[in-house]
């Protein structure tokens, strides 16, 4: 109860809220004979993670493993941190999690571990690389990197200012997108000035207040690069309300419903998509492995795509789901 009381269990994919209908729980930390996997995602009720979990459900159907999904209400490590100490009461094999900070959510995921719990770190990690035994993650730096070329060629040797959007400072994932696009735009686009990395706190509408701030503040904004599904969201809605869709170039991350919707109508001009079911696949196999003692990769890298409107459905498997 205390585990339900903590964190919102994420519907949709295997069973109902709450229902966990497969093996009964057992205690006593990673022997084989205990078969049970929890994943803690970022946040409940999102495209990407929903994808990552529908992924994980099937591979550990598949191994014969069960899987409860929890998440908190908001991207929040104040939020997260207790969905995993609580953990400690049930003592799954193993623990996939993508941890909210890459510091603060650190000694909650070392409690765990110490209780002998395998830590698998699916999407963002910890600074602290001595805590999980695997992790899998799309090539962040990579990402932003091909959204930087992906601008250069939209904006085809123009002159001018753009912006990027980071979420939440201590995100390992979009501050190496935003990182990997600055060093990037240099290369491909030397025309091209960033004013800097804002913040967005993973709030779509300050997403879209800095975006029209933005559009006020600099007459040369000619694009915009949104890390992440929530800021793309709102960068769009900024667009749109300043009047600016398709004036200034927005290249986005990931493959939210409404970001395939903003791509096609021509608010994005190009989305990085991930590949979360693979993320969440990847990670019970690893899971798996490390709890039955078969050797594991530390570092797994995931596919990302750039697609655009003229290709994007031929590209659909990289649509995110918002049920398996
Ligand atoms: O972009 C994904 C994920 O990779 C990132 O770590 C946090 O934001 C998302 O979940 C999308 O909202």
New binding site residues.
């Given amino acids: 109860m205390l585990v339900l009381a903590t964190g919102a269990l994420v519907a949709g994919c295997g069973g109902q809220i709450g229902q966990n209908n497969d093996t009964p729980a057992q205690t006593g930390g990673a022997t084989p004979a205990n078969k049970n996997l929890d994943l803690v995602v970022?946040?409940k009720n999102?495209p990407?993670?929903i994808s990552m979990q529908c992924g994980a459900e099937a591979a550990a159907k598949e191994a014969g493993y069960t899987i409860t999904t929890q998440a908190p209400d908001k991207?929040d490590p104040t939020l997260q941190a207790p969905i995993v100490t609580a953990l400690g009461a049930k003592k799954p094999a193993a623990l996939l999690i993508?941890p909210t900070d890459d510091k603060t959510m650190a000694p909650q995921m070392k409690q765990i571990k110490d209780m002998g719990v395998k830590v698998i770190e699916v999407?963002?990690a910890l600074q602290d690389t001595g805590i999980a035994v695997s992790s899998i993650?799309?090539d962040?730096a990579q990402g932003g990197r091909l959204a930087a070329q992906t601008m250069a060629k939209l904006t085809s040797g123009k002159t001018g200012s753009v912006l990027v959007l980071d979420?939440k400072a201590g995100?390992?994932?979009?501050a190496a997108r935003a990182k990997g696009f600055e060093e990037e735009l240099k290369n491909s686009a030397p025309n091209l000035k960033s004013i800097g990395i804002q913040f967005t706190e993973?709030e779509p509408s300050v997403a879209a207040q800095k975006v029209t701030a933005a559009i006020s503040s600099t007459p040369d904004l000619v694009g915009v690069f949104a890390?992440?599904?929530?800021?793309g969201e709102g960068a769009a809605t900024g667009l749109r309300s300043a009047g600016k869709v398709g004036q200034v170039q927005l290249v986005g991350?990931?493959a939210?419903p409404s970001e395939v919707e903003g791509l096609r109508a021509g608010a994005f001009q190009a989305l990085i998509a991930?590949d979360?079911g693979m993320i969440g696949r990847t990670g019970v196999q690893q899971a798996i492995a490390a709890v039955e003692g078969k050797s594991v990769q530390r570092n797994i890298s995931a596919p990302l795509v750039a697609l655009t409107k003229e290709d994007m459905d031929k590209k659909a498997e990289f649509f995110y789901k918002t049920k398996c």
Avoid at 171 to 174: E, I, P, V, Y
Avoid at 227 to 231: A, Y
């Fill in positions: 970022g946040v999102e990407f993670y991207f993508a999407d963002t993650s799309s962040n979420t995100t390992s994932t979009t993973n890390t992440n599904l929530n800021t991350f990931d939210s991930q979360p």
